[in-house]
């Protein structure tokens, strides 16, 4: 069993050559307008196509690593006992809380 025997595996190393090719492509494109004079304001049609079908490659290509998809499970919330609402071991009332309050006019 070697590396290309699964399809996914064999897409994504393809996708990730088609994407190099796309960088090497735009890099001469570019080195032939400089020596044209010209000034470079996009890549070619072909390049685009070339870097969309590459990371199409390599999205499958990681979908084939990753494996089945599993369904998500719901499990229910265990709620606290209802004693513990009732507790007021952290209730504090001397907090910097009290300094944002509007002083009392009647007292």
Request: glycine share 10%; net charge negative; charged share 20%.
């Amino acid at each position: 069993m070697g590396i290309f025997d699964e399809v996914d595996k064999l897409c994504a190393v393809a996708g990730f050559i088609v994407l190099a090719h796309a960088c090497y492509a735009t890099i001469s494109y570019r080195n032939d307008l400089k020596i044209e004079g010209t000034d470079f304001t996009t890549v070619p049609l072909a390049v685009m196509v070339e870097c969309v079908v590459g990371a199409v490659a390599c999205t499958w290509g990681a979908l084939g690593f990753a494996g089945e998809f599993l369904p998500i499970k719901a499990q229910p919330r265990e709620l606290p006992p209802v004693t513990m609402e009732k507790m007021g071991d952290f209730v504090i009332f001397a907090h910097r809380g009290k300094a944002l309050a509007p002083p009392d006019k009647g007292r």
